[in-house]
């Protein structure tokens, strides 16, 4: 698919991944690392997951990311959120 056209928001596209991670945390901290290279990179980079180059098919994501994670999971994803809810994150947008 060609997306050369669309002007992206990737800080949406992060929050929707680091939501998804936690939806697929195994081991307590661990996740399945099968998202956009460029996404996970940019999360490696804001603290919320370890670097998630190397063989481990599962990353390991930090005390702040777990949280981070919890909190945008529900909002963007639980059927109680209210719509155009903003967590607040500490990060510039």
């Known amino acids: 698919m060609n997306f050369s056209n669309m002007e992206l928001d990737t800080k949406k596209i992060d ?3 680091l ?3 936690f939806l697929g945390l195994h081991d307590g901290v661990r996740a399945w ?3 956009d290279w460029l996404a ?3 999360l490696y980079k804001a603290g919320y997951i370890a670097d998630p ?3 481990a098919k599962s990353v390991v994501l930090t005390s702040e990311g777990l949280d981070l994670a919890k909190r945008l999971l529900e909002e963007l994803f639980s059927r109680q959120a209210e719509p155009h809810a ?3 994150r500490g ?3």
Do not use: I
Request: aromatic residues 4%.
């Open 40 to 42: 996970m990179d940019r």
């Open 33 to 35: 690392k099968g998202f």
């Open 19 to 21: 939501a998804l991670l």
């Open 86 to 88: 903003e967590v607040e």
């Open 53 to 55: 180059r190397g063989k």
């Open 15 to 17: 929050d929707a991944v």
């Open 91 to 93: 990060r510039q947008g």
